[in-house]
């Protein structure tokens, strides 16, 4: 019979994920990551959420404290890089230095367990003629979380599986049913598990950096009013900028050495390229040369034509330029751009400022 572990948040994608692997034949272990105290799904509520998930099925459960690692790789990741201007990204650092990388670490070396199953919706495949595992979207495109995983070494996405790739949101829910899972109703997290546990990014980053009043200036440096700390701005946003204006202003810029927030119009918020760093070419080799794709520079944008460009890599890691064939609105330093062929996910990156 073969073995896999499998990550549990105490939701209900990871419950039908075990599920589903436990009624296939599979010899499931849950694991549970101990991230940090509070409420959420990823928190306390979440373990105990699991733990009743695993009596259910009658599985083992292990929880691994990780609440040091989440407070590196995550925590001071995100204050470092919203005190320095940028928006980071934490779900696909978390992803790869919190989760899937401990996760078969501790299967392997604790449980002498080689693979590992989640509740995201994505797949994977091997390509026959060069072996290497291939990323690909999710058959719901509405839920599909490749933008992601796009981080993910070869070594994990050849241990690792993901039973709801080939299933809708919908259908999900009906399998919890099916099986009497009390997930089944469990409502959905809807922001990350930091903003579930603190109330909203603004109280999370106010506890690690203070206020520090500035001005909020339009391109030429004229002063349109003041902000309370850069942290809490950036590219694109609209809302909550408390100045008047005769036409909508976005931000588009966060000047650290001068502490000032610039905004402009919607038109000046467009770019047409973007350098991208730390690229993990996930389901090719890295190219020698530029390719077409079609490149995604938000979770939720849509993804659009562009020339991926390969640049002399930095500290080790590849770089490239993302030319896109239309302007982007919101183009933000510290988030992932993607691209794809068609459902296959080629590589991505960070963008630089």
């Known amino acids: 019979m073969s073995k896999v572990v499998v990550g549990l948040s105490g939701g209900v994608d990871s419950s039908v994920a075990a599920a589903l692997l436990h009624h296939q034949g599979y010899e499931v272990v849950g694991l549970t990551l101990w991230l940090m105290k509070g409420k959420g799904q990823c928190c306390s509520e979440g373990m105990v959420d699991a733990a009743r998930l695993c009596e259910e099925l009658n ?9 040091d690692v989440f407070q590196e790789n995550i925590v001071d990741y995100l204050v470092n890089g919203y005190g320095n201007g940028i928006t980071p990204l934490p779900c696909s650092q978390c992803n790869k230095a919190v989760k899937f990388g401990p996760m078969l670490k501790y299967a392997r070396e604790e449980l002498g367990i080689d693979r590992i199953a989640t509740g995201h919706y994505a797949r994977v495949t091997q390509n026959p003629k060069t072996g290497r595992y291939e990323l690909r979207r999710a058959v719901d495109l509405n839920k599909d979380q490749s933008y992601f995983l796009y981080d993910l070494p070869q070594e994990v996405l050849a241990q690792v599986i993901f039973p709801l790739g080939n299933q809708t949101k919908a259908e999900t829910r009906q399998v919890a049913a099916q099986f009497n899972l009390h997930t089944a109703e469990k409502p959905e997290s809807q922001d990350l598990c930091l903003i579930e546990a603190h ?10 950096l203070a206020p520090q009043r500035g001005d909020i200036v339009d391109q030429t440096g004229k002063v349109l009013g003041q902000h309370d700390g850069i942290h809490h701005y950036t590219i694109g946003q609209r809302k909550g900028l408390g100045i008047a204006a005769a036409e909508p202003l976005y931000v588009i810029g966060l000047d650290v050495g001068r502490n000032q927030v610039i905004v402009g119009d919607r038109t000046s918020a467009h770019r047409m390229e973007c350098t991208v760093q730390r690229v993990n070419w996930v389901s090719i080799p890295e190219p020698s040369a530029p390719i077409r794709a079609q490149a995604q520079s938000r979770y939720r944008s849509a993804p659009v034509n562009a020339t991926i460009i390969p640049l002399e890599s930095q500290d080790g890691h590849a770089r490239v330029r993302i030319t896109f064939d239309e302007p982007q609105f919101g183009i933000t ?3 992932a751009a993607v691209w794809y062929d068609g459902d296959l996910l080629l590589g991505g990156g960070l963008i630089e400022p």
């Open 59 to 67: 599985i083992p459960h292990h929880i691994v404290d990780s609440r």
């Open 199 to 208: 109330g909203s990014m603004r109280d999370f980053l106010d506890k690690y």
């Open 333 to 335: 330093p510290g988030q």
